[in-house]
């Protein structure tokens, strides 16, 4: 069993950057491959970033591929979004999720999910 709390959500400028960070419980975090997905008012939930549970490789959607950054830091079962150059279209409660061992890019892949955090860019 994996729980995972987001943090670092707000409201920002066009142009600019946040930090999203996702706390997770456990002690065998080391062994989830993470991911970050967003969902927008009246849209479905999409996949952002992942990363592998060694954090050695990283997946991206294009439309953040160049702005944001997934990295996790493994001895403090930690996850992170670094999102810069942020566009209205960004705009979405963020999710932080969980799966054993493989990354994905599919939510349904993935078995634990936070309660998300709210971003909000303004033009």
């Known amino acids: 069993q994996v729980q995972l709390v987001e943090s670092g959500g707000g409201l920002v400028q066009a142009g600019g950057s946040l930090r999203l960070s996702c706390a997770a419980s456990g002690r065998t975090f080391s062994t989830y491959a993470m991911g970050w997905f967003r969902q927008a008012p009246g849209k479905e939930r999409e996949f952002v970033a992942a990363?592998?549970?060694?954090?050695?490789?990283?997946y991206y959607a294009d439309s953040v591929k160049g702005r944001f950054t997934i990295s996790r830091d493994n001895a403090k079962n930690t996850v992170a979004l670094q999102m810069n150059s942020l566009k209205p279209e960004d705009t979405a409660v963020y999710y932080c999720?969980?799966?054993?061992?493989?990354?994905?890019?599919?939510?349904?892949?993935?078995?634990?999910w936070g309660q998300g955090t709210q971003v909000t860019v303004s033009s």
């Open positions: 999720a969980a799966r054993r061992l493989r990354t994905a890019q599919a939510a349904a892949d993935y078995e634990y």
């Open positions: 990363i592998s549970w060694s954090g050695s490789s990283t």
